[in-house]
């Protein structure tokens, strides 16, 4: 019956190749939300209130539920889509976990101009396949703390995360594993008992890294690149190209440290650090490691940054 007109007409949509419809399906148990995909094109949304209040849809069936403290969503194979969007400031704790799974999928978090108030993580996973993961968080209060962990798994990721200014702490993982990988951050100012700590790296593969941060520091930024993998016996190699740019707003008085590391290989790396805040700085550190390999400098990379193992 796998595909048979009498089916398809039961399920009121139309079969791709014989292949049935995508059907998910979601649970809530004791304060947990489920959503779970199947082998096909699944297609997940979900909305936030920050307070707990969840309306998730998946294939066209939806939930609502209040209370919810962790969401989980996995969407197994196929070519899924999963967009979280906040529709409040985070006032609740919330843990969000996706697991995208095989084949080409795009999971999003918008959370832009929204403004988390208490701790909020969203963890995702890629999987195989060329996976775009994307964050957009607005500001960080001063009781907020967003942690975001991003991982492409096999083949080529676009992998991008942003957020404003950062009250509390705000921390970003990201890994873009085998493959050509495409990482990126952005990060605004930081507050006096603020964190922004950042950490992005491509793994194996010939991939892109680049971080910009642009603000008044008065508490605590710190970035750290990598074109290899955070594993340093893992020997991933790769010719990447790492950059960040930092612009430091006048009247700064905290700490800015900024790492870019191109790891094994041939690599570009770059780090520019300026701005009319950077004397007022508590302190500042800023080096640039090519690694093993014929490493270039980009002619951006700024005279106050160390350069270690950097040929040209
Ligand atoms: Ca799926
Ligand atoms: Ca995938
Ligand atoms: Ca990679």
């Known amino acids: ?3 048979s007109p009498a089916r398809r007409s039961v399920l009121g949509c139309e079969s791709l190749e014989g292949r ?4 998910g399906s979601i649970t809530v148990f004791r304060g947990i939300l489920t959503v779970n995909g199947d082998d096909g094109a699944n297609v997940v949304t979900v909305s936030d209130d920050g307070a707990g209040g969840i309306t998730a849809t998946v294939d066209g069936t939806s939930k609502t539920a209040t209370d919810i403290r962790v969401v989980r969503i996995a969407t197994g194979a196929g070519d899924d889509s999963i967009t979280y969007t906040l529709t409040g400031d985070v006032s609740k704790r919330q843990t969000v976990e996706v697991r995208a799974g095989t084949g080409a999928d795009t999971v999003t978090l918008a959370a832009d101009g929204k403004t988390a108030n208490a ?3 969203f963890v995702a996973t890629g999987g195989a396949g060329n996976d775009k993961l994307t964050s957009t968080f607005g500001s960080v209060g001063s009781k907020g703390r967003v942690e975001i962990g991003l991982t492409g798994g096999a083949d080529n990721d676009t992998i991008g995360a942003t957020v404003g200014a950062v009250a509390g702490q705000y921390r970003l993982a990201a890994f873009g594993l085998d493959g050509t990988d495409a990482l990126s951050a952005a990060v605004g100012g930081v507050a006096a008992r603020g964190v922004a700590d950042i950490g992005l790296a491509g793994g194996g593969g010939d991939d892109t890294v680049t971080a910009t941060a642009s603000g008044e520091y008065d508490g605590r930024l710190l ?6 993998g ?3 016996f893992a020997r991933e190699g790769g010719k990447d190209t790492v950059t960040a740019a930092v612009t430091v707003a006048a009247g700064s008085t905290g700490r800015v440290a900024a790492g870019v590391a191109g790891g ?3 690599d570009t790396v770059g780090l520019s650090l300026t701005g009319d805040g950077l004397d007022g700085l508590k ?3 800023a080096v640039i490691d090519g690694g093993r390999g014929t490493d270039t400098a980009t002619p951006e990379t700024t005279a106050n940054v160390k350069k270690v193992r950097v040929e040209k």
Do not use: I, T
């Open 1 to 3: 019956m796998r595909g």
């Open 20 to 23: 049935d419809c995508p059907a």
């Open 119 to 121: 701790r909020f993580d």
């Open 223 to 228: 970035l750290g690149l990598f074109g290899d």
């Open 230 to 232: 955070v594993n340093p």
């Open 264 to 266: 094994a290989g041939d």
């Open 283 to 285: 302190s500042k550190a």
